[in-house]
């Protein structure tokens, strides 16, 4: 049982099927959807075409070769070129409308045998003694109610948390606390050529902007910011508060200069958290369903399937030789803490100034740009040769932290301050 239709849900579901497996997915929603987390990594596209929708991706996909950053203290844009990363097979990614992707990814799910129920909830989930499995009950929008027995359940209900939320293991993160506004615009100025799709990452007094163009003059732009400065936005609307955030970042403000709001603008609140655990003898829990930490690197949709991919094996292991069965789900939680352990050590430094200086003025000494921008491509599992560059990497910013104590200091201070929790009922009323 998969209990969502996301990229996580719909990346495990198939390829149980092709292990032999009948498998039954709920989505509360109905294909095609909204959904945030439109920029996709490099990585992600061998995910594809392991579960045979490449082409329909690259048809909906704007290519993304770079990744860009603009700081307003170094008055410059600083290109990522993917192809540069240590591994030169993977140049580019894409960005999606998730609408159209995630519902080509639940018709290859049922197109491949399995099940999917859709505007169907899931709603109580008990596990049966002795590990025999579960019993699932869910409510389709019509009212009926269904319940299914099944062997293993797999949560990847995103940021719904459905299992971490009944077991009480899902912790807000500590080192941790940002929100997000965003909206879609026709008319924003893009690069020429094929730089048109290369995501923007915009730094400003408050946090930092994304710009992500997509297909059909559709450009993401979205406000990542602290609690401090959304419990500023007082009686404006979301939609002018975005506005206002766009207009204090003059080089965002200009590539939108004719640009109109093309959809109702979300904002999310207080995103970042962990589960204490991701699985249990019988039920694992992937992508969102397990941890969120932030956007800035555009990993979790990439998290999300990695972790379909990695769950199919070790539900496999389970079910053929349980005897095996302890090592695998072992196996299956190193590496759903990977990723968020690799990105996270980046995201928390993002908005330092040092941190800043670094990712302005690369230098390739000992291959740590290439490695760098190996992490930026998603390219972070597997055999990559990329990890002793990533430490010179760390131990370079140590380095320079050291020789600047009062910058550091004063950077810790700040990234305090902004971290710092404040009234939830008025930060989740966004
Ligand atoms: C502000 C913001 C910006 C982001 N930007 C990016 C980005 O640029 N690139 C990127 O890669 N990632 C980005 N992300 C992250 C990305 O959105 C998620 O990591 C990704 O969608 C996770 O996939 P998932 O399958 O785990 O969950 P989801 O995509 O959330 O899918 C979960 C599905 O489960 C369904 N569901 C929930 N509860 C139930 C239930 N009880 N019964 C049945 N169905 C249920 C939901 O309807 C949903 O369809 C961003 C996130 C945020 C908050």
């Known amino acids: 049982m998969v209990i969502g239709g996301g990229p996580a849900g719909t990346t495990i579901a198939p390829i149980l099927v092709e292990k032999g497996y009948r498998v039954v997915l709920l989505e509360k ?60 097979s993977m140049p580019f990614a894409y960005q999606v409308k998730r609408a159209e992707f995630d519902d080509i990814l639940i018709r290859n799910a ?61 912790h807000r993160n500590p080192k941790h606390n940002s929100s997000a506004v965003y909206g879609h615009f026709s008319g924003a100025r893009r690069h020429d050529g094929q730089a048109a799709g290369n995501i923007t990452i915009f730094w400003f007094e408050h946090g930092w902007f994304w710009f992500i ?26 939609r002018q508060f975005l506005m206002d955030g766009i207009a204090r970042c ?19 609140g207080n995103f970042s958290y962990v589960s204490e655990r991701n699985h249990g ?39 053929q030789r349980p005897a095996e069965a302890s090592a695998a789900l072992e196996r299956f939680d190193k590496l759903m803490k990977h990723g968020p352990n690799e990105f996270s050590w980046f995201i928390y430094r993002v908005t330092n100034p040092i941190m800043r ?31 002793r560059s990533i430490w010179i990497f760390k131990a370079l910013y140590y380095a320079a932290n050291a020789i600047q104590p009062k910058r550091a200091f004063m950077a810790w201070k700040r990234r305090r301050f902004n971290i710092r929790r404040h009234d939830d009922a008025m930060m989740n009323a966004v």
């Not at 003059?217 to 910011?225: A, I, L, N, R």
């Not at 590539?255 to 109702?264: D, I, P, S, Y």
């Not at 200086?357 to 998603?378: C, Q, T, W, Y």
Request: net charge neutral; with cysteine; proline share 5%.
């Open 250 to 268: 003059p080089a965002l403000a200009e590539r939108l200069k004719v640009a109109t709001l093309v959809n109702e603008v979300e904002a999310t």
């Open 281 to 319: 003898p019988n039920y694992l829990l992937l992508g969102d369903a397990y941890a969120f930490i932030d956007p800035v690197f555009s990993s979790g949709v990439l998290l999300a399937m990695n972790s379909g991919v990695i769950g199919a094996d070790a539900i496999d292991t389970c079910l």
């Open 29 to 88: 929603a109905v294909h095609p959807r909204f959904h945030i987390g439109e920029s996709l990594l490099p990585a992600n596209l061998p995910l594809f075409e392991r579960l045979g929708v490449a082409d329909q991706v690259k048809a909906i996909g704007m290519e993304k070769w770079a990744a860009e950053f603009v700081s307003p203290h170094h008055e410059m844009l600083q290109r990522f070129n993917f192809a540069e990363a240590w591994n030169k």
């Open 110 to 170: 049922e197109k491949s045998g399995v099940e999917v129920h859709q505007r169907c909830q899931a709603k109580a989930v008990d596990f049966l003694p002795d590990n025999s499995g579960a019993v699932i009950r869910a409510r389709h929008d019509d009212g009926r109610e269904q319940q299914w027995k099944a062997r293993f359940v797999v949560d990847a209900s995103g940021r719904d948390t459905f299992l971490a939320n009944r077991f009480k293991i899902k």
């Open 213 to 238: 163009p997509m297909q059909g003059d559709v450009t993401s732009v979205g406000m990542v910011t602290w609690p401090y400065y959304m419990k500023t936005r007082g009686q404006r609307s979301i």
């Open 357 to 387: 200086d670094f990712l302005m003025h690369p230098k390739n000494i000992f291959r740590v740009k290439e490695a760098v921008l190996s992490v930026l491509a998603g390219d972070i599992f597997g055999n990559t040769p990329i990890w």
